[in-house]
C-alpha cells in the first residue's frame, strides 16, 4: 500500500471535525488522519476513524510535528493554541474551519468548489470560506455565467449548528423547556430561538446575526471576484435570519436578469456536479433532505409577478458538510 500523508485533526468531536474524519474515511484514502483533543475531549481516549481504531492525542508541539497539514476544526482557543504550537516549526500548513487565522497576512481564503483551478499558493494558512457565502457563490457565479445578472437580493436562514455543538443543544433544550413550561437557557442566543425567527440575538449572546452576516459578505465577495466561470456576478443584497433549525442553511434568493432566459432554461442552466436541480414536477428541497449530502440544491424556481425580468429561487445545503468538503478538497491539493 502506498504510503499516505499524515494530517492532524484537531477537534475531533466538534460537528465540523466528526464531518471531516467520516469524509476522510470514506473517500480520501491518501490521508492518514490522526486525531488531537481540543477544548473539553480527553487525551488518550479511544474513538474510531472509520472502521479503524483512532486514539485521540494530547494537543502538543511534538504530536504536531511532521504533519502535512492540520485541520483547525475545535475551539478558537484550541485553534490559537495549535497555531502558537507549531509556530517556530513553520513547515505545517493549517486548514483553518474556525475562523481564528483569517486576519492574518499569511491566510488565503479557500472553497475548491467554487475555485476554477488548484491553489497553488504556498500559504500558511487556509481558511475555507463561510459555508453560506460558499453555496451562494457557487449558485450565483452558475446562473451568472448561462443568463446575466442585474441585481439580486438573498434571505439566509441560519441553523443553530453555525454555533457547533452548543448551539444545537441550546436550541433542544428550550423547546423541550418550553414544551414542559421551565425557564430556557440562553447562553448562546439570550433569546427564544426555538419556535421563533429571529433578526438579532440577545444583548448578552457572545456572537451576533450583524457580524454572521458581515463575515459572509466578506467571504461571498472574494468568491464572487475569483476568476473563471461565472466571474463578474455582482455582490447580492442579504440579510441573515436565525430559524430555529438544528442543520443546513437555507437561502429565498431573488434575481434579476438582463433578460429573463425563462424557468425551463434556469433549471437547464443551473445543472453541474455539485448543484442538484429540482424542477418544477418535484417538491422544493429542504435543509433536511439535504442533511449529509455535498453541494447545493436548488428548486421552487418562481417567475415574479410584479417584475417580468425576475425570479425567484430556493437554494439549500448542509453547512457542516459542505464546510468539511471543502477543508478535504484543501487538503488533498496540499498533498
Wanted: charged fraction near 25%.
Amino acid at each position: 500500500m502506498a504510503s499516505r500523508a499524515e494530517v492532524v485533526l484537531v477537534g475531533s468531536e466538534s460537528l465540523i471535525g466528526r464531518e471531516i474524519r467520516d469524509l476522510v474515511a470514506t473517500s480520501a484514502p491518501e490521508i492518514h488522519l490522526r486525531l488531537m483533543a481540543a477544548d473539553e475531549e480527553e487525551p488518550g481516549t479511544l474513538t474510531r476513524l472509520g472502521d479503524e481504531p483512532a486514539l485521540v492525542e494530547e494537543l502538543q508541539a511534538e504530536n504536531l510535528a511532521g504533519a502535512r497539514a492540520v485541520f483547525l476544526a475545535g475551539s478558537a482557543d484550541s485553534s490559537r493554541k495549535a497555531l502558537d504550537n507549531a509556530e517556530a516549526d513553520g513547515s505545517t500548513v493549517f486548514i483553518d474551519l474556525t475562523y481564528t487565522a483569517e486576519e492574518r497576512t499569511d491566510a488565503r481564503l479557500r472553497a475548491p468548489l467554487v475555485e476554477s483551478e488548484a491553489d497553488e499558493d504556498s500559504a500558511a494558512v487556509h481558511v475555507i470560506a463561510h459555508p453560506a457565502a460558499i453555496a451562494l457563490a457557487l449558485f450565483l457565479r452558475r446562473v451568472q455565467a448561462h443568463d446575466p445578472i442585474r441585481r439580486s437580493v438573498v434571505q439566509i436562514f441560519a441553523p443553530a449548528s453555525e454555533y457547533g455543538r452548543a448551539g444545537v443543544e441550546e436550541l433542544q433544550g428550550q423547546t423541550v423547556s418550553l414544551l414542559s413550561f421551565k425557564n430556557l437557557a440562553h447562553a448562546i442566543f439570550d433569546t427564544q430561538a426555538s419556535f421563533n425567527l429571529l433578526a438579532r440575538y440577545g444583548d448578552q449572546a457572545p456572537a451576533s446575526l450583524e457580524d454572521l452576516e458581515l463575515r459572509i459578505e466578506r467571504h461571498l465577495a472574494t468568491l464572487l471576484a475569483l476568476p473563471g466561470e461565472g466571474e463578474g456576478a455582482p455582490m447580492p443584497s442579504l440579510r441573515v435570519i436565525q430559524a430555529p433549525v438544528f442543520h443546513g442553511y437555507s437561502f429565498s434568493v431573488w434575481i434579476e436578469f438582463e433578460s429573463n432566459p425563462g424557468i425551463e432554461a434556469l433549471e437547464s442552466g443551473l445543472v453541474m456536479g455539485a448543484i442538484e436541480v429540482r424542477g418544477s414536477e418535484f417538491e422544493p428541497p429542504t435543509n433536511v433532505g439535504q442533511a449529509g449530502q455535498g453541494g447545493i440544491a436548488v428548486g421552487g424556481i418562481a417567475p415574479d409577478r410584479n417584475d417580468p425580468e425576475a425570479c425567484w429561487f430556493w437554494v439549500v445545503a448542509d453547512n457542516v458538510r459542505l464546510m468539511a468538503e471543502n477543508a478535504v478538497a484543501v487538503a488533498r491539493q496540499l498533498i
